[in-house]
């Protein structure tokens, strides 16, 4: 952590080696396998058995917020977050930002569509660069509205657009996109960030 805005914190980028990276790489893959593998039962027991040894090896090294890597590794898919779905940042400048993401079996709703309560979160994470971009002072999520469009795909890369829209005082209000490789939109939104006050959390 280098300091802090109202009473959020900025942190450093990390730089936890390669072997980070390789483990996020995995985790992704695992995801989608948790929720797509059907083996027997002894299979089951056999990979509970092996997450179990992996929380008992990372168990110690439990960290607060902003001491372990995760999102803070901007070279990584999603930043290095198991949180976000993987992206890449293309464009970051006071005219807006642009994202490379693509979902996969982990982020299904139904019918191999991507889940609508995922896009919330890419648009929220898109709405922080927007902020962060313009630049405006550190803000927190007002509102976020979203509008879908289309279903939208797995294992495609898609393209997240953003933009400040208008700013009040305090308030700047923001706007963004997600379209896939023909230029189809697929889903949209709009919401408001609010500048934080000193000690605010």
């Given amino acids: 952590m280098i300091g802090a805005v ?14 980070f990276g390789r483990f996020l790489e995995g985790m992704r893959r695992l995801q989608d396998l948790a929720v797509s593998a059907n083996p027997d039962s002894d299979t089951w027991d056999d990979a509970a058995d092996r ?18 890597p995760a999102n803070r590794v901007p070279a990584l898919p999603g930043a290095g977050s ?22 996969s079996r982990y982020h299904v709703g139904g019918n191999y569509a991507v889940h609508g309560g995922v896009l919330p ?17 550190v803000s927190r999520t007002a509102y976020l509205h979203v509008d879908y469009r289309k279903v939208t795909p797995i294992d495609t890369s898609l393209i ?39 000690g605010q959390p």
């Avoid at 997450?51 to 372990?68: H, I, N, S, T, W």
């Avoid at 979160?121 to 002072?137: E, K, T």
């Fill in 6 to 19: 109202g009473g959020f914190p900025i942190f450093e980028a990390a730089q936890p080696g390669p072997g």
């Fill in 160 to 198: 997240a657009k953003g933009r400040v829209k208008e700013v009040e005082g305090r308030k700047t209000f923001v706007a963004a996109e997600l379209f896939d490789p023909e230029g189809n939109l697929l889903a949209e939104a709009n919401g408001l960030m609010v500048s934080l006050l000193p």
């Fill in 51 to 68: 997450v179990e040894e992996l929380v008992k090896l990372l168990g110690p090294f439990q960290a607060p917020e902003g001491v372990g």
């Fill in 82 to 103: 198991l949180l976000m779905p993987p992206w890449f940042v293309d464009k970051f400048d006071a005219d807006g930002v642009e994202l490379r993401v693509t979902f």
């Fill in 121 to 137: 979160l890419l648009f929220d994470s898109v709405f922080g660069m927007v902020i962060h971009a313009a630049p405006r002072p």
